[in-house]
Every structure is written in structure tokens, then in C-alpha cells.
């Protein structure tokens, strides 16, 4: 990073860096024989050894045996204090008492009735109710099921075939606008835009504008980065949309917990379609898709029957009484937007790491949900981020791991209501004392 003394040279701080990354996986190696062995059974079974890319990281990643509250135990014994919270998707922590005991009692009635249950009802109305622009929902059992429903929706809706998106945005495992590797995406015609920049969705909308079906959007790119979207641009797209009949998706699998209303709460913003999943579901697999009635009367097979969209665990009984409580009473409004204050407290008090040493180190992003970067310019669009120090990002999530912090290793960090503001103080000064100690290997500005 940079310093009051000459930068090494790149080959100087790459030896320092390597070296540090080995004294790192080592002592990371030496204290989890369990998970290393267990990652090396799971290979025989699961390519990878796993059923979940996003969760693998080098040399092996940890196997966690047990939850509770904020904190995670690993096989080899160790306590982590948990910052990622499944990436989001653990809000309520991992073993709250109100959900287990709802779940509990939901499942003595049976486990799969294979028929509309009670909960369904009751978590559609809280859907609805808290985010107004959803007049109808329906559910499913991921986000990534949620966004191809609604893409699908807006494209029976419209008659129209293209999709519009942002390069570096993640809508669920099929529907990928990144270019990490052989990223899969469901064979749409997508056209693509750079997030945070009017002129170039205006120019597409111009040329294309009449077989657009949809912009799908999240008003602020979680995996790619915790990126807000400017209220302008966002703006700007809703203008747009209602001028060239296109429909207005907003993803708010990851933003919808950003204020209780969702971010679309927020900005002042009603788009056509939203898309839900995680924390919805109380803990438990959880899609959503839901919008105006004009679009969503596609599914109502009492009347018109369009689009049949079926799916076995819809409504399953586990997520839809998890959700009921979980969703419905305890994240009220109030508890939400505390804990994005909290959010936005920690993720100040982390800024100010980088700032006070003048070195290339931010955390990006809103409320309770915000990402590490090694990187000193800003940050509008995930393309920005090309120049960030993957390598040091490394190096920090082995490092949090070995000092019993659980992030995610992409910089990922989501808060979760059983936190408290000691786990925040710690770690705080944990990642003061890293940047503390390998300021001098940055290399970006
Ligand atoms: N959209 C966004 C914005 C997401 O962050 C994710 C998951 N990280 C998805 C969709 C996909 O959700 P799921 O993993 O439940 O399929």
C-alpha cells in the first residue's frame, strides 16, 4: 500500500506477498486437519467437493459443524464469529428460538402436504404489504428461480424477446452478467450496459427499444461488488422502461433488507417486478417474484392461465413458517433499520482504516451489506474494480479465518441481528492491525 517510503519494487512485493500468503495457508493448513480431510472426501463425490461454487476458496475451505447466535464452529473445533451470515441470507443468526420453535410446530403437522398450506397465505399478505409495489407474489425456492420467472414474466408480458443488464451483475447462478470464467447464463438475447451510466442504457434503448421485454437491475450490485446505484441512474431507468413499454425489474434478493420497504423504498422507485429470496424464508431455501397485478394475472390460472409455473417446494412448509415469523414479526421495520445503522456505522468506522494511513483499502456499500476492496479509486461500476489487489483481499480472509472471523472470501460482510458491538470492535481492530501490518504490500491505487 502506500507509504510515506518508497513503494518495493512489484518483484520485492510480490516476494513479501508471497510470503506472506504461505506463512498464512500454512498456519490455516496446520490448524484444520479435519476440514482439509473432509474437502478431500467431499471431492470423490462433488466435483470441486462442493455444491456451491461461491463457497470455495484455497487451499480447502472450512466445514462448519455447528451454529449458533453470530458464531460458527469448524470440525477442527474452532469458533468464528460470524460476518458473511450465509451471505445474507442468515439475518436472524443461526438458531433463533421464535424460528425454530415455528418451525417445529409446522412441521408436527406434516412435511410435505403436496396442497396449499396456511403459511403460504399468511407470508404472501407480509410480502405484499411491506413492499408496496409487489401487489401480487409468487414463490419459489431461490433467487436465481425468481429472476428467470420474471425475465420469463416480462417476456410473455411484453411479447418481446431481449433483455437489458449490467456487465458484472450476479442474478443467480444461471443468469450470470459476470465474466468469471464459464459463467452460465440461460441462452436470452442480453444486451449489456455498464451499471451506473445513463448514456449507454439510453443508446441501447434507442436502438432496441421495441423487442426489449426487460432491465433487469439491483439497486446496488451485491456480488459484484456492494455498489450502489446513483438515485439518478436508477431514475433514469424507470423513466425509460415507462417510456418504451419495457418492464422494470429490480433484483432485491441481497437490497430488499437495506430498508423495510426494500431499496425501491429508499429511491422513491416502483419498479414492475421485484425479485426476492434469502433472509425471506426465515433461514430456509426462499424465492419470490412478484409485482403489478397486469403482469403477475399471467399466473392466475382461475382465470386466464398464460404462464403455469409450478415447482414441488414452493411452499414448503419449513420456509413459509420460518418466513411467517421471521420475515413477518421479527425483522420488523425497526429492527431492520437499526441494523443498518449498525451497518453504517461499521462500515464508516472501516473506511476510516484506509483513509487515516492513506492507504488502498474501502468498504463499499449500503446499510447492514458492504464489501473490502484493496483499491483506492472509486468504485461506480463493477468494471472499476479490474485494479483491486485480489491477492491482498486473500491473504485478509485467511487471515480473518485464522483469527476466528468468517467473511466471505470475495470481501463479502453481512451483519446479522445476533451480532453484537463487541464482535463490531474486534473486528474492527482485527483488520486494523492487518492493514497495520502489510501496508507496505499494496499495489494498487
Ligand atoms: N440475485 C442476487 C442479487 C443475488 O445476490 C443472488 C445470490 N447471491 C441471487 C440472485 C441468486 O439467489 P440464490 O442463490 O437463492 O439462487
Same mark, same amino acid.
Given at each position: 500500500?502506500?507509504?510515506?517510503?518508497?513503494?518495493?519494487?512489484?518483484?520485492?512485493?510480490?516476494?513479501?506477498?508471497?510470503?506472506?500468503?504461505?506463512?498464512?495457508?500454512?498456519?490455516?493448513?496446520?490448524?484444520?486437519?479435519?476440514?482439509?480431510?473432509?474437502?478431500?472426501?467431499?471431492?470423490?463425490?462433488?466435483?470441486?467437493?462442493?455444491?456451491?461454487?461461491?463457497?470455495?476458496?484455497?487451499?480447502?475451505?472450512?466445514?462448519?459443524?455447528?451454529?449458533?447466535?453470530?458464531?460458527?464452529?469448524?470440525?477442527?473445533?474452532?469458533?468464528?464469529?460470524?460476518?458473511?451470515?450465509?451471505?445474507?441470507?442468515?439475518?436472524?443468526?443461526?438458531?433463533?428460538?421464535?424460528?425454530?420453535?415455528?418451525?417445529?410446530?409446522?412441521?408436527?403437522?406434516?412435511? /410435505?402436504?403436496?396442497?396449499?398450506?396456511?403459511?403460504?397465505?399468511?407470508?404472501? +399478505?407480509?410480502?405484499?404489504?411491506?413492499?408496496? /409495489?409487489?401487489?401480487?407474489?409468487?414463490?419459489?425456492?431461490?433467487?436465481?428461480?425468481?429472476?428467470?420467472?420474471?425475465?420469463?414474466?416480462?417476456?410473455?408480458?411484453?411479447?418481446?424477446?431481449?433483455?437489458?443488464?449490467?456487465?458484472?451483475?450476479?442474478?443467480? /447462478?444461471?443468469?450470470?452478467?459476470?465474466?468469471?470464467?464459464?459463467?452460465?447464463?440461460?441462452?436470452?438475447?442480453?444486451?449489456?450496459?455498464?451499471?451506473?451510466?445513463?448514456?449507454?442504457?439510453?443508446?441501447?434503448? +434507442?436502438?432496441?427499444?421495441?423487442?426489449?421485454?426487460?432491465?433487469?437491475?439491483?439497486?446496488?450490485?451485491?456480488?459484484?461488488?456492494?455498489?450502489?446505484?446513483?438515485?439518478?441512474?436508477?431514475?433514469?431507468?424507470?423513466?425509460?422502461? +415507462?417510456?418504451?413499454?419495457?418492464?422494470?425489474?429490480?433484483?432485491?434478493?441481497?437490497?430488499?433488507?437495506?430498508?423495510?420497504?426494500?431499496?425501491?423504498?429508499k429511491l422513491a422507485i416502483k419498479p414492475d417486478?421485484?425479485?426476492?429470496?434469502?433472509?425471506?424464508?426465515?433461514?430456509?431455501?426462499?424465492?419470490?417474484?412478484?409485482?403489478?397485478?397486469?403482469?403477475?394475472?399471467?399466473?392466475?390460472?382461475?382465470?386466464? /392461465?398464460?404462464i403455469a409455473h409450478s415447482g414441488t417446494f414452493?411452499?414448503?412448509?419449513?420456509?413459509?413458517?420460518?418466513?411467517?415469523?421471521?420475515?413477518?414479526?421479527?425483522?420488523?421495520?425497526?429492527?431492520?433499520?437499526?441494523?443498518?445503522?449498525?451497518?453504517?456505522?461499521?462500515?464508516?468506522?472501516?473506511?476510516?482504516?484506509?483513509?487515516?494511513?492513506?492507504?488502498?483499502?474501502?468498504?463499499?456499500?449500503?446499510?447492514?451489506?458492504?464489501?473490502?476492496?484493496?483499491?483506492?479509486?472509486?468504485?461506480?461500476?463493477?468494471?472499476?474494480?479490474?485494479?483491486?489487489?485480489? +491477492?491482498?483481499?486473500?491473504?485478509?480472509?485467511?487471515?480473518?479465518?485464522?483469527?476466528?472471523?468468517?467473511?466471505?472470501?470475495?470481501?463479502?460482510?453481512?451483519?446479522?441481528?445476533?451480532?453484537?458491538?463487541?464482535?463490531?470492535?474486534?473486528?474492527?481492530?482485527?483488520?486494523?492491525?492487518?492493514?497495520?501490518?502489510?501496508?507496505?504490500?499494496?499495489?494498487?491505487?
Open positions: 500500500m502506500a507509504t510515506d517510503r518508497a513503494d518495493p519494487q512489484p518483484t520485492e512485493r510480490n516476494r513479501l506477498l508471497s510470503d506472506a500468503m504461505a506463512a498464512a495457508v500454512h498456519r490455516y493448513s496446520v490448524a484444520n486437519p479435519k476440514s482439509r480431510q473432509l474437502h478431500k472426501e467431499a471431492c470423490q463425490w462433488m466435483p470441486g467437493g462442493n455444491t456451491r461454487t461461491g463457497l470455495y476458496y484455497a487451499p480447502f475451505p472450512l466445514t462448519m459443524v455447528r451454529g449458533a447466535g453470530a458464531s460458527l464452529w469448524d470440525a477442527d473445533g474452532h469458533r468464528y464469529i460470524d460476518f458473511v451470515s450465509d451471505f445474507s441470507a442468515g439475518i436472524f443468526g443461526h438458531s433463533n428460538a421464535v424460528i425454530r420453535a415455528a418451525v417445529t410446530e409446522a412441521l408436527a403437522s406434516g412435511m /410435505s402436504l403436496g396442497a396449499p398450506n396456511r403459511y403460504e397465505r399468511e407470508l404472501a +399478505e407480509l410480502v405484499c404489504r411491506r413492499f408496496p /409495489s409487489i401487489e401480487s407474489v409468487r414463490f419459489c425456492n431461490s433467487g436465481t428461480e425468481a429472476n428467470l420467472l420474471a425475465l420469463c414474466a416480462a417476456r410473455t408480458a411484453t411479447n418481446r424477446n431481449k433483455v437489458l443488464g449490467f456487465r458484472g451483475a450476479y442474478h443467480g /447462478s444461471l443468469f450470470t452478467l459476470q465474466d468469471a470464467g464459464r459463467a452460465l447464463r440461460m441462452p436470452f438475447e442480453v444486451l449489456l450496459a455498464r451499471y451506473n451510466l445513463v448514456e449507454e442504457v439510453d443508446e441501447l434503448v +434507442e436502438r432496441h427499444g421495441t423487442d426489449l421485454a426487460a432491465i433487469i437491475v439491483e439497486p446496488m450490485i451485491g456480488n459484484g461488488g456492494c455498489i450502489p446505484g446513483t438515485p439518478d441512474f436508477l431514475l433514469a431507468l424507470r423513466r425509460l422502461t +415507462e417510456k418504451h413499454g419495457i418492464v422494470l425489474i429490480f433484483d432485491e434478493v441481497i437490497t430488499s433488507r437495506l430498508s423495510p420497504g426494500g431499496l425501491q423504498q417486478i421485484t425479485t426476492l429470496g434469502k433472509y425471506i424464508g426465515g433461514g430456509f431455501s426462499f424465492g419470490a417474484f412478484g409485482g403489478s397485478h397486469r403482469i403477475m394475472k399471467q399466473f392466475d390460472q382461475c382465470h386466464t /392461465s398464460v414452493n411452499n414448503n412448509v419449513a420456509s413459509m413458517a420460518a418466513g411467517v415469523v421471521g420475515f413477518g414479526q421479527i425483522l420488523s421495520p425497526d429492527v431492520l433499520m437499526d441494523l443498518n445503522a449498525a451497518g453504517d456505522v461499521l462500515r464508516s468506522r472501516l473506511q476510516r482504516v484506509g483513509q487515516e494511513r492513506g492507504v488502498p483499502f474501502q468498504v463499499s456499500g449500503l446499510g447492514s451489506v458492504m464489501n473490502i476492496h484493496f483499491y483506492m479509486g472509486d468504485i461506480n461500476a463493477p468494471e472499476d474494480l479490474a485494479g483491486a489487489d485480489r +491477492e491482498l483481499l486473500r491473504l485478509l480472509h485467511l487471515e480473518l479465518l485464522n483469527s476466528g472471523f468468517h467473511i466471505a472470501s470475495r470481501g463479502l460482510v453481512a451483519l446479522s441481528l445476533p451480532l453484537t458491538k463487541t464482535d463490531l470492535d474486534a473486528f474492527v481492530s482485527t483488520i486494523e492491525r492487518f492493514v497495520d501490518d502489510h501496508k507496505d504490500l499494496g499495489n494498487s491505487r
